[in-house]
């Protein structure tokens, strides 16, 4: 929050269980806190902005729980406590070291300055609270300062903790607040942040309001729109906003009612209960929040929702179906938990106990059950009318509504200990608890009324007028709804589909239709059956479904959840299903025996096609499809090989039948506004002899079906509402039944039964309807199909044709008709003359990169070819061969695979990586053929080596090979010729430490402390034979002399420098400090292997009064060091007679009344403490703060009063953007 705003912004809120300790490094840009509880007991670190958070360091013993932090700036330390220990380490969480420990102590917070670190001991074993003082430099003990009441917070203010620098944020100019965060290597780089509830400008400085505020907030549902009201309200109990200016989704033909939310992802779930098919849908609290999206299609009728935000699952009862159902927050694999109920509504989840709670308005009961729907029991009975429940997790209990609205009562969470909370003046339908609020909306106006948890004061906060009579919800939105605890359920616990938490452990799962496997975490279908079966194909759930002829067994084929099924289709032959996705555009198949996520795509997505019905003639192996975007019936190969236009210019074509025996197919049109396109039509199966045999008083004929045996054609029509039938060739037409409220839409005959089976997507289930026409149609799986779109049976059974043996003699297509069989070609093929074969003039056209295909100048269509490569290429070995034109244009394989081949991958080059050798060896030139294969380089020793061996007197050739694509291993070795280091033939200086000694190399020298380098800059050389060059007689090394009144230079003789000692005499000076004047003395300076130093008399008089100078300085700073212990011992141990009376004016028992001495105006050199409980605050500008206390400081900000003793907070302040104690 910023120092002199009232604006907070949530820097860190997910993960998190008791964010305790709080520092900021501003110089670094880095926010460090401590956090513990079932999940955490660790120390982490982020940017100043929350990004790039890290843990730097876990406990895994929970017996001693991390508490206070704190930053040793001048060392770059952070120093932290586990009550009984005190522990220092680095900023990365490395070289972590124990600094002091005892099992007596129970120290809380801590702060540090300069090598002294304070920390607050609770006090145990009857001892008072204290504030412990130890040195970071020894482990030895510490100091103590007792007190008599409760402490907790410590701060040392120094200028010295809060330095001051130049922070990017001193220039930004940000609108409202501004951090320092890490930039391009150790630079700082400012970023501007705007408080919660608002957003940056578009100049990236300044704040504007926010869409809407996405924590701590009251949402509520209002029919046509879903609103928000900021739960932060004052104490005059007023709304910050008015209704208008917090609400979206306004849409007047909707109906949102039931809330639910997931703080962590920042989602709000709603059901529409208005739309044509009631639905679930889902929102982000981010951004614009202008669009939703449907997470679960075709719920009947939804009495509340509830979200496991551990688990992530989505709860919710269906008040239609009376069942309970669960699902992934996505929308996936959803199952009914619990059926039979009566009139289930409210619905709550306890993730930390593994249960769920709801009322059953009828019974006027409130039940329990574990999460996965097991152990039911009634918790509350007698209810009177109960509307709405909700779980406040900070009091342990469970508030409810009851008696139609007037009354809001409450029970523990074992159902006992009912008591009545408020008497509202007016009715009320729905509840929300947060922190020390309660939210209630009215029955008779579109109101939300705000009490506090004592059910006292109630106050209307919003009033506008309703515009339907429904029940309203109200849900919080912030973590402190949703407690974060240990899921049992993290990663699924290797589950297939479902892991459902319970009390004690887990359960898996697997969606309506399926059965756990034998290791009781996979899921297979119920029952695979392979003839006598009905396909259905429900999008709403994304999966198709297996159900037996008398309507029994219902199983799940395990489509992916992003299957958006409508035509099905089965080949007996193989016994694959295939189907069409309208929302992908594609046809895809998989084995019938459940064989999950095996589907493969056997027609990709086209632009302009929206494939609707699929049928199948075994016979052929053809699949026929209607094309409703694209207008037209196509066929192709089942393995998507082959494809091609049947019959073009179909107008709005939908379903699709065939009959192989007879070489017809049948299909029918639609059409709402001209109705004289829409009818049923019959065409031989090749495409020929099209009719129209159906062509007035329809409409929508979505349903089609043909009873070969009756010979009989059935149709339903979902704008007519008419079921349907006539002959074959559209005679004797007969109706069937009306149908009341429908959209029917798939269609299908059982032949010998007195039942046709159809589909409606206004109702759920398989409805059948006896042919005759007598009696009502009945329904199967309302309870488990949610949208149904395309039916079909299929006995198992298949006749034959002309097709059936040897693909009817054709190269491609064989297609059935009346007379016999048609071939037919790939759309880009034509038939030949012969009837049976293709041809097409499609040629190759692709180059290979590195290479050319010989003797082959024009590829055609099965044209073979082979190829070569450039110089410096191979062949790839994958493709060594002839290469085959394909009819698709692409070159392939001449081989059984038949694999379309890259042409660029056709050649590799044949290179070999950078040469690397040994050291000593180095390339001579450049090698042949730089790195290609077959390139040689000849290799020599470097200077200052010697060849090891006779072998290579000249070097040695290695070869680029073409086996391994690698050099030949070298084998010559180079060993090295070294100068034996002379460091006495210096004097007063010595060669470099860079300095190699290798033969051939030059060494620079430097002079020792006192002494100057030669201006000529001279080296000394290494000859080949390892001896070092003669050099000129000079000194290379002069002293550099100052007196106090005069300056004298420094005279020397030439020097001849050898490899013999020699003794030359130099007059020197001997520098400051002194004994009396400045005395000339005669020194030797030696050159040679040994030194033979030649001293004088009274050279050795002032070394020795130099020397006594030295000790003497030595013992007065002894002398000094003891005397300022003695006074640091005396200080410490009885503080009281030194710094007692400036620690008590830093330190108050009373927060509350001396406030000052925890802010920036405290004295220096202080320490200061709290007595307060948890919750630590990191001071600045801006500052930073955690949880409880940021909701403690609000609270008090609110009621216009400043923190009280046991507020729960400390605080600790830096003048800089960001600082930490």
């Not at 065409?683 to 045999?693: E, Q």
């Not at 061969?881 to 081989?895: I, N, Q, V």
């Not at 290798?998 to 000529?1016: M, S, T, V």
């Amino acid at each position: 929050m910023a120092v002199d705003t009232k604006e907070t912004k949530t820097v860190v809120n997910t993960g998190l269980d008791r964010p305790v300790s709080i520092a900021v490094h501003p110089k670094k840009g880095k926010l460090f806190w401590s956090d513990y509880g079932p999940n955490n007991n660790r120390i982490e670190v982020s940017n100043l902005d929350g990004s790039n958070r890290t843990t730097i360091y876990h406990s895994t013993d929970a017996s001693y729980l991390i508490k206070g932090i704190t930053i040793d700036y001048e060392r770059d330390k952070l120093i932290f406590t586990n009550g009984i220990g005190l522990y220092k380490m680095d900023l990365d969480g490395s070289n972590v070291e124990l600094l002091y420990q005892n099992q007596m102590l129970e120290m809380y917070e801590v702060s540090a300055y300069k090598n002294l670190v304070f920390a607050t001991d609770k006090g145990m074993f009857g001892r008072r609270p204290r504030v412990l003082i130890f040195l970071t430099t020894t482990t030895s003990g510490y100091n103590s300062i007792s007190f008599r009441g409760s402490i907790y917070g410590i701060a040392f203010y120094h200028p010295s903790r809060q330095q001051t620098f130049a922070s990017p944020c001193d220039t930004a100019q940000c609108g409202q607040m501004c951090v320092a965060v890490p930039g391009n290597g150790t630079q700082l780089k400012a970023k501007c942040v705007c408080g919660d509830g608002k957003k940056l400008a578009a100049n990236g400085k300044n704040c504007e309001k926010s869409d809407h505020p996405i924590s701590q907030t009251f949402a509520y549902s209002a029919g046509d729109r879903i609103c928000l009201v900021n739960a932060q309200v004052d104490k005059s109990w007023k709304a910050p906003h008015k209704p208008d200016d917090i609400c979206w989704l306004r849409n007047t033909g909707a109906d949102f009612r039931h809330l639910a939310v997931d703080v962590y992802s920042h989602t709000l779930f709603f059901s529409d209960q208005d739309s044509i098919l009631p639905n679930i849908r889902k929102i982000s609290l981010v951004g614009k929040r202008k669009n939703s999206t449907v997470v679960l299609s075709g719920v009947a009728n939804v009495g509340g929702i509830a979200v496991d935000w551990v688990s992530d699952h989505l709860y919710w009862t269906d008040i239609k179906l009376k069942e309970i159902w669960v699902a992934n927050l996505d929308g996936t694999s959803q199952k009914i938990l619990l059926r039979n109920l009566t009139k289930p509504t409210s619905i709550a989840v306890n993730p930390p106990s593994g249960v769920m709670y709801w009322l059953d308005e009828t019974e006027g009961n409130m039940y329990q059950a574990n999460l996965d729907g097991t152990d039911k029991i009634v918790l509350v009975r007698n209810l009177s009318n109960p509307l709405d429940l909700v779980i406040d997790y900070m009091d342990d209990r469970i508030l409810y509504i009851n008696n139609n609205g007037s009354n809001v009562e409450w029970v523990n969470m074992l159902g006992r200990n009912k008591k009545k909370l408020i008497n509202p003046e007016q009715n009320v339908s729905n509840i929300a608890v947060y922190k020390g609020y309660i939210a209630l909306t009215l029955m008779s106006k579109t109101g939300v009324l705000l009490t506090n948890k004592g059910g006292t004061n109630p106050k209307l906060i919003i009033n506008e007028n309703k515009t339907k009579n429904y029940k309203y919800d109200i849900i919080a939105i912030d973590e402190a709804v949703q407690p974060v605890i240990a899921g049992v359920c993290n990663g699924n616990s290797g589950c297939q589909q479902i892991c459902l938490p319970k009390p004690s452990g887990y359960t898996c799962a697997c969606t309506d239709g399926m059965k756990l496997g034998t290791d009781k975490k996979s899921c297979v279908p119920e029952k695979v059956l392979y003839s006598d079966f009905f396909l259905v194909a429900d999008d709403y759930r994304h999966e198709i479904y297996q159900v037996d002829k008398d309507l029994k067994t219902i199983s799940a084929m395990g489509l992916p959840h992003e299957e958006n099924p409508i035509g099905v289709a089965y080949d007996p032959v193989e016994r694959r299903i295939y189907w069409t996705d309208y929302t992908l555009g594609t046809i895809k198949r998989m084995a019938i025996n459940g064989s999950i996520n095996k589907q493969e795509t056997v027609r990709p997505k086209t632009s302009n096609s929206r494939l609707d019905a699929i049928a199948i003639d075994p016979s052929s192996r053809i699949l026929y499809y209607t094309d409703m975007k694209a207008n037209n019936i196509g066929i192709m190969s089942l393995d998507g090989g082959l494809n091609k236009i049947l019959i073009a210019s179909v107008y709005n074509p939908r379903a699709i039948v065939l009959d192989p025996e007879n070489g017809n197919m049948y299909y029918t049109t639609r059409s709402k506004i001209d109705t004289k396109r829409a009818g049923i039509w019959r065409a031989n199966m090749d495409g020929t002899n099209v009719t129209k045999i159906v062509a007035q008083g329809l409409s929508y004929p979505n349903g089609l079906a043909i009873d070969t045996t009756e010979m009989k054609i059935y149709w339903i029509d979902s704008v007519t509402l008419r079921l349907e039938r006539a002959n074959l060739n559209g005679t004797g037409r007969q109706i069937i039944a009306y149908l009341t409220d429908a959209y029917a839409f798939g269609l299908t005959i059982v032949n010998h039964t007195n039942y046709v089976y159809y589909t409606d997507w206004n109702d759920r289930g398989i409805f059948y309807q006896p042919r005759n026409g007598n009696g009502t149609a009945m329904v199967f799986g309302a309870d488990v199909f949610s949208g149904l779109n395309e039916i079909k049976y299929y006995s198992g059974t298949h006749g034959t044709t002309k097709c059936s043996s040897n693909n009817g003699g054709c190269s491609e297509f064989c297609l059935a008709t009346p007379t016999g069989r048609t071939c037919a070609c790939n759309s880009i093929f034509q038939l030949k003359a012969d009837g049976v074969s293709c041809y097409n003039e499609t040629t190759c056209t692709q180059k290979i990169r590195s290479g050319s295909f010989s003797n082959c100048q024009h590829a055609t269509v099965d044209k073979r070819c082979g190829f070569t490569c450039d110089t410096h290429f191979k062949k790839n070995s994958l493709y060594d061969g002839e290469l085959a034109c394909s009819r698709s244009g692409r070159w392939y394989t001449d081989g059984p695979s038949n694999v379309y081949v890259d042409t660029d991958n056709l050649c590799l080059e044949q290179k070999c990586p950078k040469l690397t050798v040994r050291e000593g060896v180095q390339q001579s030139g450049n090698c042949t053929s730089g790195n290609y294969v077959g390139s040689q380089c000849l290799l020599k020793c470097a200077k200052g080596y010697i060849v090891s061996s006779h072998l290579y007197p000249n070097g040695e050739n290695i070869m680029c090979q073409s086996n391994n694509l690698n050099w030949q291993k070298s084998n010559m070795t180079c060993s090295p010729i070294y100068c034996k280091e002379n460091k006495s033939s210096i004097l007063n200086g010595h060669l470099r430490e860079d300095c190699t000694f290798l033969a051939e190399h030059e060494c620079q020298y430097q002079c020792d402390y006192g002494y100057g380098k030669n201006p000529l800059n001279l080296t000394f050389k290494c000859d080949k034979q390892g001896n070092w060059e003669p050099m000129a007689a000079v000194v290379l090394c002069s002293k550099i002399t100052t007196t106090q009144s005069t300056t004298t230079t420094t005279t020397t003789e030439p020097t001849t420098i050898s490899y013999k000692p020699t003794t030359v005499t130099t007059k020197v000076v001997t520098p400051i400090p002194t004994i009396g004047k400045p005395k000339t003395t005669e020194q030797p300076i030696v050159s040679g292997k040994t030194s033979a130093l030649g001293t004088q008399d009274d050279a050795k008089i002032n070394g020795l009064m130099g020397g006594l100078v030295t000790v003497v300085l030595l013992l007065a700073i002894v002398v000094a060091c003891i005397a300022f212990y003695m006074y640091r011992k005396r200080r410490m141990s009885d503080p009281s007679k030194y710094e007692r009376s400036s620690l008590r004016e830093s330190t108050r028992s009373d927060m509350g009344q001396q406030y000052k001495s925890n802010s920036i105006d405290s004295p220096k050199n202080s320490v200061a403490y709290s007595n307060s409980g948890e919750g630590n605050l990191a001071f600045d500008n801006p500052i930073y703060v955690t949880e409880e206390a940021k909701v403690n400081l609000q609270n008090d900000d609110n009621d216009n009063t400043k923190p009280q003793i046991g507020s729960q907070h400390e605080i600790v302040m830096d003048n800089n953007v960001t600082s930490g104690m």
